[in-house]
Structures are given as C-alpha cells and as structure tokens.
C-alpha cells in the first residue's frame, strides 16, 4: 500500500498564497488516482482537487477554480497543492487522498482508500 505525508500548511493572510506537497511512499505512485480534500471545524469533509494517474485528468471544486492548481511530480512521488489568492474560508485542515483502483479519483472522499495525516491551513482576514 501507499503511504502519504502532508506538508506545507501554515498560517496565511487572505490574499496571500500556500503551497501543499503529499509525499507518497511504499508503491509506484503512477498506479495511483490523487486528490485533495479539506475539512472545516463542523462540517463535512469536501472536495478540492483531484488529478489522474497520467495527470492529464483534472478537475476542481467550484469555489477554488481559478486559484488553486493541482499537479503531480512523477520523480519525486509528491502531489502538489498551490493555493493563491487565498480566502479566510479556505481555512481548513486539508487532506491528501489516492486511490488504486482508478485512472481518475474523482470528488467522492468514500471513494479513495489511502489518507494522509492532514495538514492545517489557516487563513486570516
């Protein structure tokens, strides 16, 4: 199985930007859907991010279009996160997830069977 590391989080201005990076360990990463999910003191986990295997699929959450880019880097194992223009509502801890019985992830967090630890994003106003 697959083992992923969050980093990256921190605390941040609104406007201001953060880059996370998952580390995955253990298989051959291009065998393996990503995503990025957050969840929020309260609510439900949700989605963010995801990308394919070939990293060729992508899609986004409809509040984050525009200011957050989802890429993966083959030699390095490692998904990345970069978030720009930053709101206080993207505070949140935010989660890496994959999963291997796909080519593409997808938006459904039931789906994905391999999590990181989480990382906190927090941004002020």
């Known amino acids: 199985q697959v083992q992923l590391v969050e980093s990256g989080g921190g605390l941040v201005q609104a406007g201001g930007s953060l880059r996370l990076s998952c580390a995955a360990s253990?298989?051959?990463?291009?065998?393996?859907?990503m995503g990025w999910f957050r969840q929020a003191p309260g609510k439900e986990r949700e989605f963010v991010a995801a990308?394919?295997?070939?990293?060729?699929?992508?899609d986004y959450e409809d509040s984050v279009k525009g200011r957050f880019t989802i890429s993966r880097g083959v030699a390095e194992s490692t998904v990345y996160l970069q978030m720009n223009s930053l709101k206080p509502e993207d505070t949140a801890v935010y989660y890496c997830?994959?999963?291997?019985?796909?080519?593409?992830?997808?938006?459904?967090?039931?789906?994905?069977?391999?999590w990181g630890q989480g990382t906190q994003v927090t941004v002020s106003s």
């Open positions: 990308i394919s295997r070939s990293g060729i699929s992508i």
């Open positions: 253990g298989r051959t990463f291009s065998n393996y859907a």
């Open positions: 997830a994959a999963r291997d019985d796909a080519y593409y992830g997808g938006n459904d967090y039931s789906k994905y069977n391999y």
